[in-house]
């Protein structure tokens, strides 16, 4: 059985970082697409980053510049480092695994889900 377990979430200033971490069991995930989507208060889940299974990174609008995707496949996890971080990025924050290699902004192309962590941004 896949698990996808985030971990990293908390409270920040506006202008600080944080690292959110993405641990996955019961599969490798070294031969599939990795994504991080978000959930903010009274909105839709919306993409934030995706990474292939070759390290082929993709970031949304909102965050290019300032988020970095990653993995690390010899730990099966993936991480995303978020810095200048702003009150508009408060969020649930989660990690998906890809249904194939390459990264994608689709929600359909991730069969599965982690629970969320939770970052809020103060201002």
């Known amino acids: 059985q896949v698990q996808l377990v985030e971990s990293g979430g908390g409270l920040v200033q506006a202008g600080g970082s944080l690292r959110l971490s993405c641990a996955a069991s019961?599969?490798?995930?070294?031969?599939?697409?990795m994504g991080w989507f978000r959930r903010a208060p009274g909105k839709e889940r919306e993409f934030v980053a995706s990474?292939?299974?070759?390290?082929?990174?993709y970031h949304g609008d909102s965050v290019k510049g300032r988020f970095t995707i990653s993995r690390d496949n010899a730990k099966n996890t993936v991480h995303l480092q978020m810095n200048s971080l702003k009150p508009e990025d408060t969020a649930v924050y989660y990690c998906?695994?890809?249904?194939?290699?390459?990264?994608?902004?689709?929600?359909?192309?991730?069969?599965?889900w982690g629970q969320g962590t939770q970052v809020t941004v103060s201002s």
């Open positions: 990474i292939s299974w070759s390290s082929n990174t």
């Open positions: 998906a695994l890809g249904r194939y290699l390459s990264g994608t902004d689709n929600q359909r192309e991730y069969n599965y």
């Open positions: 019961g599969r490798t995930i070294s031969r599939y697409a």
